[in-house]
């Protein structure tokens, strides 16, 4: 059984934990709101960005509006775009990216794997640290959260973009978590580049016979619009991930402060069992004594 001194410093050490835990949940806390109120801001943008671009691109009908972000080529090449944090203590934010990114090199691109073409872009300092160890990393966006806004971003999309028009990758994959709520964040894997061909929206299909005049020319205007909305994709993604993780972070230290008081009503026993059999020891020597010197007279 371990004394009394050691209980003690055991049962100082959880209470400082405790705190710290709990000052961290708070920072958290505070750090979530603004986060989420940013992605919030940021889905009706983007939803609607790529609304306009398929109502566009849905009209054009012929292959006018063909982009060089559109090629579709055998996919030899990949990059991956894995988007972690910069700190840990969040729990399994940043290990189920890792997972995340794995699972679909096994499922998806195991032949360019063992070839050698999976390169890794890492947005997060987790990210760069797990992946450089394990190959080729683009770029390095290990700091992007400390100062996170659209052109810390869009370098990395601009660098990912120019890869893809120049035929060094062949596709291009963004793995992220997306927020949900505070206790939930789903791993996603989007493909960035090429674009993926989508339907023609119920506004594009109904507004389908009308007339409409471009200033400039609706080529011209396509072809500006999608490199924006590439970049405005990414960054959402960035977003989506920077909410998750103060949402897994406060999570995890709300769970580490009520481990902490589980703890200490644990260790408080102990030490009040300890205290008590030391007590009682201290009593059967005395008595024990007493008698010796009783029966000795």
Do not use: C, W
């Not at 939930?184 to 119920?202: C, F, G, K, N």
């Not at 580490?256 to 589980?262: H, K, Q």
């Not at 004594?289 to 007279?297: I, N, T």
């Amino acid at each position: 059984m371990a004394s009394l001194k050691e209980v003690r410093n055991r049962i100082v050490s959880v209470q400082s934990t405790q705190q710290i835990t709990k000052a961290m949940k708070m920072v958290a806390a505070a750090k979530l709101r603004r986060a989420q109120d940013n992605i919030l801001r940021m889905r009706p943008y983007a939803q609607r960005l790529n609304s306009i671009l398929s109502n566009l691109t849905s009209l054009a009908g012929d292959d006018d509006m063909v982009s060089e972000y559109g090629v579709q080529r055998d996919v030899n090449r990949v990059l991956i775009i894995a988007i972690t944090s910069d700190r840990g203590l969040a729990g399994a934010f940043n290990s189920n990216i890792f997972k995340g990114v794995n699972q679909l090199i096994a499922e998806r691109y195991a032949t360019q794997a063992a070839a050698g073409n999976i390169t890794v872009m890492a947005i997060g300092k987790r990210a760069h640290d797990y992946f450089s160890k394990r190959g080729p990393v683009l770029g390095e966006y290990t700091h992007v959260f400390s100062q996170l806004s659209f052109d810390t971003v869009r370098v990395a999309a601009e660098q990912a973009m120019e890869g893809f028009r120049n035929g060094q990758f062949d596709q291009v994959v963004v793995v992220y978590n997306e927020f949900k709520n505070v206790a939930t964040q789903i791993v996603r894997s989007e493909q960035l580049l090429p674009l993926v061909p989508t339907e023609a929206p119920a506004e594009a299909v109904a507004t389908s016979n009308i007339d409409y005049i471009f200033e400039p020319s609706k080529e011209e205007i396509v072809q500006t619009l999608i490199p924006q909305s590439l970049k405005i994709q990414l960054y959402k993604a960035v977003l989506e991930s920077n909410a998750s993780e103060h949402g897994a972070r406060m999570t995890a230290m709300d769970k580490a402060t009520e481990n902490a008081g589980e703890l200490l009503k644990s260790l408080k026993l102990t030490y009040n069992r300890t205290r008590q059999a030391a007590i009682t020891t201290e009593i059967l020597e005395i008595v024990g004594g007493a008698e010796a010197l009783a029966s000795s007279r």
